[in-house]
């Protein structure tokens, strides 16, 4: 009895955050789009100047040449099959280099 009904409590908290989580991730999303500039900006600045053709592909390889709303579902997408991009910088899958983190954030924490 007491776990039915901590089972349907549980359940009834997690479709509430459901609108929660979407919501941080909507304006997440947002509030990256109201920075200047854009990824392939960044990218041509670390690495140096960049010719307009030059930024043209690098807009198109993160698609950051797409209406905002093209971009918000693209980035659900990618978020629901838990694929997080690719680092530059690191040359490695964002998703390996938070794993690869998570040990020490987890000892941090409970220290």
Do not use: C, W
């Not at 549980?10 to 609108?19: N, S, V, Y």
């Not at 041509?44 to 950051?64: C, K, N, W």
């Not at 990618?78 to 954030?105: C, E």
């Amino acid at each position: 009895m007491l776990a039915a009904r901590v089972g349907k409590r549980f359940g009834r908290l997690a479709l509430q955050a459901i609108p929660l989580v979407v919501g941080v991730i909507v304006m997440n999303f947002v509030l990256i789009q109201l920075l200047p500039g854009d990824a392939a900006e960044v990218f041509a600045d670390e690495s140096g100047a960049a010719t307009r053709e030059t930024m043209e592909l690098l807009r198109a390889r993160f698609g950051v040449d797409q209406p905002a709303i093209a971009q918000l579902v693209a980035y659900f997408g990618n978020l629901l099959h838990f694929n997080l991009g690719f680092s530059v910088r690191y040359n490695a899958p964002v998703a390996d280099l938070i794993v690869s983190r998570l040990g020490m954030t987890i000892v941090l924490k409970l220290s």
